[in-house]
C-alpha cells in the first residue's frame, strides 16, 4: 500500500516458492516512490544519456573529455531503445584505484545488466558510467 500516492497493489501468485514480491517491489518502488539520492542520480543520468545530453558539471575532467558530442550521440542511439529503467538495484560499493565503485543492477522491459558507477570520492564526481549487457 502507497499511502501518499493513493495506491494499493495486490500481487497473486501460485506457490510461496517464486520469487513475486523480490521481482516486483523493486520496480514498483522507482516508479512510486522517492529515491535515495545515489538511485535517483543514476536514473536521471541513464535518462540523460539515452537522451544524448550530460551535466558536465557532475563529471570528471577526464570523463568530460570521453563523452564528446559524438559520444553521447552513439549513446542515445543505443540505449534509447532500451526504454525507462524498470528497476534499479545496488549490489555494492567499494574502493577501487582511488575511486568509489557503485555496482548496481538495471532493468528494462526486455533486457537487464550491470551499471559500474566510479565516482572521486574527493567531490563526488562522476569518473566513469558503464553497463554491461550479457547476450540479450
Do not use: C, K, W
Amino acid at each position: 500500500i502507497y499511502v501518499d500516492e493513493g495506491l494499493a497493489i495486490t500481487v497473486l501468485t501460485n506457490g510461496g516458492f517464486g520469487a513475486g514480491a523480490a521481482t516486483i517491489l523493486p520496480r514498483l518502488t522507482l516508479r512510486f516512490r522517492e529515491q535515495p539520492p545515489h538511485i535517483a542520480r543514476v536514473v536521471a543520468q541513464f535518462a540523460a544519456f539515452q537522451a544524448g545530453r550530460i551535466d558536465r558539471g557532475l563529471y570528471t575532467e577526464n570523463a568530460n573529455a570521453f563523452y564528446t558530442d559524438a559520444g553521447l550521440a552513439e549513446l542515445s542511439r543505443s540505449l534509447a531503445p532500451l526504454g525507462p529503467l524498470r528497476g534499479v538495484v545496488q549490489q555494492g560499493s567499494h574502493m577501487r584505484g582511488g575511486y568509489t565503485d557503485e555496482i548496481y543492477r538495471v532493468a528494462f522491459a526486455r533486457r537487464s545488466g550491470t551499471l559500474v558507477v566510479r565516482i572521486d570520492p574527493d567531490d563526488q564526481r562522476i569518473e566513469e558510467f558503464s553497463v554491461y549487457f550479457g547476450p540479450p
